[in-house]
């Protein structure tokens, strides 16, 4: 069997290139928080420069998936329509945002299928306040 597996806290030195990727000006404010929540929370390595497309697509359909569950909560999932009751609009775009998510999931190995059982185990290390700051780029002193 080996010795037990055991988990380590990622830690990389300080490099450029070792940096977590950082959202793009094109994100709004919710999708930038979406793109921070999964970046930071996941080790440095997971993600590569060429991840960062899905990343963006990843938080995008985050907050659509969010939105039409939140529509579907406040206006129920079927309406009253001209014709009688019909299914919402908001059911179709959540379940194809659920569904584009768990492509993008596997693709980006989020899922509890990306971790192989008998790789080393690493947990992502804590994220300084300052560090948020520097990724969501709200620093006070930017302007001088």
């Known amino acids: 069997m080996g010795r037990p597996p055991h988990e380590t806290t990622d830690l990389t030195p ?11 000006d094109c994100l709004g404010a919710l999708q930038r928080k979406a793109f921070l929540d999964l970046v930071t929370s996941c080790p440095i390595s997971q993600f590569r420069k060429s991840d960062l497309a899905l990343l963006c697509r990843w938080a995008e359909l985050t907050v659509m998936a969010e939105q039409a569950a939140y529509e579907m909560q406040t206006g129920g999932m079927v309406v009253n329509g001209q014709s009688g009751p019909r299914v919402s609009p908001w059911v179709t ?9 768990r492509a993008l999931s596997q ?8 971790r192989s059982p008998k790789a080393p185990k690493t947990v992502a290390g804590p ?13 006070d002193d930017a302007a001088n």
């Open 107 to 114: 693709r980006l190995q989020l899922g509890p299928r990306g």
């Open 127 to 139: 994220v300084s306040y300052y560090e948020r700051m520097q990724l969501e780029g709200d620093f």
């Open 93 to 101: 775009i959540h379940r194809d945002c659920v569904r584009e998510l």
């Open 14 to 24: 300080f490099y450029p290139e070792n940096r977590r990727l950082q959202p793009p």
